[in-house]
């Protein structure tokens, strides 16, 4: 069964260093999202790709994230420099519609980046 | 902006039925999931219901919307102890965008 990767499953940095997660999608998925977890929390949207463009970055803090899809294929979430109050579960998701496709859309999370920022 | 709301905990005992409930604020719903999340991994899709619907039957799974009252509840029959996770409400506005709660963490007592 196909699924969305993700790595490193967990990452300790201190602050101020950078870091960098990466997403493979399922494969011939066109939309990409990044999403961050703080603990106790629901997913809040960070990034959302459509192949290598990003159609919605408005809750990506731009002043030290930074995300990319080359390729329209995988992706990376970079943050330099890494504050405290980064420390959150990543994920990523992948769907095969569209944007603005106008039909059901299912999204498939992987399991998760766990950042802790000491 | 978009809210979406749901209680923090829930506990039953094996074998009754659960019920999870969600509020949401945005009329403009098109789409409303309900998701599990075991811990240390991501989210996995049980169900979903198009806002036009008012029920959704699924297995021992059951979804009720109440559009007017903008609630959404998740109903589990015969409740077993893997079923013990956080399940989080979900809604996407423009079948796009998607706006999660903060999950309702279901605990299962044999």
């Known amino acids: 069964e196909a699924e969305v990767a993700q790595s490193p499953r967990y990452k300790i940095t201190e602050k101020s260093q950078a870091v960098a997660f990466w997403c493979d999608p399922i494969?011939?998925?066109?939309?990409l999202y990044w999403y961050r977890q703080i603990l106790g929390q629901g997913p809040e949207l960070l990034v959302q790709?459509?192949?290598?463009?990003?159609v919605d970055d408005s809750q990506l803090p731009k002043d030290r994230f930074s995300a990319e899809r080359l390729k329209g294929v995988d992706s990376t979430l970079k943050i330099q420099p890494a504050e405290l109050g980064d420390s959150a579960m990543y994920l990523c998701a992948s769907s095969s519609r569209g944007w603005g496709t106008g039909t059901y859309n299912e999204q498939f999370f992987g399991p998760g980046t766990r950042l802790t920022v000491l | 902006g978009e809210d979406v709301e749901q209680s923090l905990f829930l506990s039953v005992r094996e074998g009754d039925s659960s019920v999870i409930n969600c509020t949401y604020t945005?009329?403009?719903?098109?789409?409303l999931y309900w998701y599990k999340q075991e811990p240390g991994a991501g989210l996995q899709l049980l169900t979903y219901?198009?806002?036009?619907?008012d029920m959704k039957q699924d297995q021992r799974l059951t979804v009720l919307l109440n559009k007017k009252d903008k609630h959404l509840s998740l109903r589990i029959a015969d409740t077993q102890t893997g079923d013990s996770a956080i399940y989080f409400c979900?809604?996407?506005?423009?079948?796009?965008?998607?706006?999660f709660g903060s999950g309702t963490k279901l605990n299962v007592k044999p």
């Open positions: 979900a809604e996407s506005i423009s079948f796009n965008k998607f706006y």
């Open positions: 219901i198009f806002s036009n619907m």
């Open positions: 945005d009329s403009s719903s098109t789409y």
């Open positions: 790709f459509q192949d290598e463009s990003v």
């Open positions: 494969s011939g998925h066109a939309t």
